[in-house]
Nanobody, 112 residues
Framework: QVQLVESGGGLVQAGGSLRLSCAAS????????MGWYRQAPGKQRELVAR???????NYADSVKGRFTISRDNAKNTVYLQMNSLKPEDTAVYYC??????WGQGTQVTVSS
């Protein structure tokens, strides 16, 4: 069993920044793929970014150039640095440990 605990969400004005953290514990495979997804009200959950243990990343087109995913394998933690936030980034953000372990979610609200 793997447990994920997210932190770092909150309310920010458009153009601002937030940094999300996701700490993994339990029966962790350090080389596992991890990622961030988000779900806005009335919409499906969507991929934001993901990262391999070797640091290979991919991003949703909507966040490229603004968000950066990173990980610290020694700490079993993955981060999401979000800059130049827009109101359309408002959602609950979920950490994922591939394939189907999810954190509880953290709310990100961007005001215009």
């Amino acid at each position: 069993q793997v447990q994920l605990v997210e932190s770092g969400g909150g309310l920010v004005q458009a153009g601002g920044s937030l940094r999300l953290s996701c700490a993994a514990s339990g029966s962790i495979f350090s080389f596992n793929l991890m990622g961030w997804y988000r779900q806005a009200p009335g919409k499906q959950r969507e991929l934001v970014a993901r990262i391999t243990s070797g640091g290979i990343t991919n991003y949703a087109d909507s966040v490229k150039g603004r968000f950066t995913i990173s990980r610290d394998n020694a700490k079993n933690t993955v981060y999401l640095q979000m800059n130049s936030l827009k109101p359309e980034d408002t959602a609950v953000y979920y950490c994922n440990y591939f394939p189907s372990t999810w954190g509880q979610g953290t709310q990100v609200t961007v005001s215009s």
